[in-house]
């Protein structure tokens, strides 16, 4: 298996190619290893509709998918992220984050491409 090592020292690597760079800050990778019980994650686009609107997020949920064939793995900063098969990457960099507000915590990502 190919491996490469970005700037903040994440492993990236997917069936020994070399895909994209994702970004997982220390905070953030403690958090996972914490609360996942196989250190990974799993990034899919979430789809909603309420009356006449639809909305699209992305979305980060702790854990494998329950289907894992549907999936693309990556190996960063030792946790597995599971990123839906023909989910569009800008830039071809995910980053993985946790948001903070109050006392809630949240895994949130940025790099995903909506498109409607």
């Known amino acids: 298996m190919k491996n490469r090592t970005n700037d ?3 492993q990236i690597t997917t069936k020994g190619v070399v895909l994209m760079n994702i970004i ?19 990034l899919y686009v979430k789809a909603a509709s ?5 909305v699209q997020s992305p979305t980060v949920q702790l854990g494998k998918p329950p289907i894992a064939d549907n999936y693309d793995m990556y190996i960063a ?3 597995s992220v599971f990123v839906r098969k023909n989910t569009q990457i800008k830039n071809e960099e995910l980053h993985i984050f946790l948001r903070k507000f109050l006392w809630l915590k949240e895994l ?5 491409q909506i498109s409607y």
């Open 108 to 112: 949130e990502v940025d790099g995903i």
């Open 8 to 10: 903040n020292g994440n």
């Open 77 to 79: 900063y030792d946790i």
């Open 24 to 42: 997982i800050d220390k905070n953030t990778a403690d958090f996972i290893r914490k609360h996942s019980k196989d250190n990974s994650v799993t």
């Open 50 to 54: 309420g009356g006449w609107c639809a």
